[in-house]
């Protein structure tokens, strides 16, 4: 069975860093886009960075500069480096994967993960 599982989440001061973690199961991210989509409270869910199956990479306007997405070396995991974290970063963060060729992200994901939360506070 495929599954994501995100780790990686906690309570941070503005200005500083975590690092998510999210773990593939039953499947390697080869091919596969993968995407980190975060959802505050009373908000929408939205994209915040994606790997295509390309390899094409994006960011939000809103964390380009201060995040980083990458791959483990074993592919199946994915990474979320997170600098110069601000209050309104406090949301529960999610990873998503979509196997149909040639697509970016989308809130239309294959499978989700259960989400980790993050939250910015001084």
């Known amino acids: 069975q495929r599954q994501l599982v995100e780790s990686g989440g906690g309570l941070v001061q503005p200005g500083g860093s975590l690092r998510l973690s999210c773990a593939a199961s039953?499947?390697?991210?080869?091919?596969?886009?993968i995407g980190w989509f975060r959802q505050a409270p009373g908000k929408a869910r939205e994209e915040i960075s994606c790997?295509?199956?390309?390899?094409?990479?994006t960011y939000a306007d809103s964390v380009k500069g201060r995040f980083t997405i990458s791959r483990g070396n074993a592919n199946n995991m994915v990474y979320l480096q997170m600098n110069s974290l601000k209050q309104e970063d406090t949301a529960v963060y999610y990873c998503?994967?979509?196997?149909?060729?040639?697509?970016?992200?989308?809130?239309?994901?294959?499978?989700w993960g259960f989400g980790t939360l993050v939250t910015v506070s001084s």
């Open positions: 998503a994967a979509d196997w149909r060729l040639g697509r970016m992200c989308a809130i239309d994901m294959n499978r």
């Open positions: 039953g499947f390697t991210f080869n091919g596969v886009t």
């Open positions: 790997i295509g199956d390309s390899g094409t990479i």
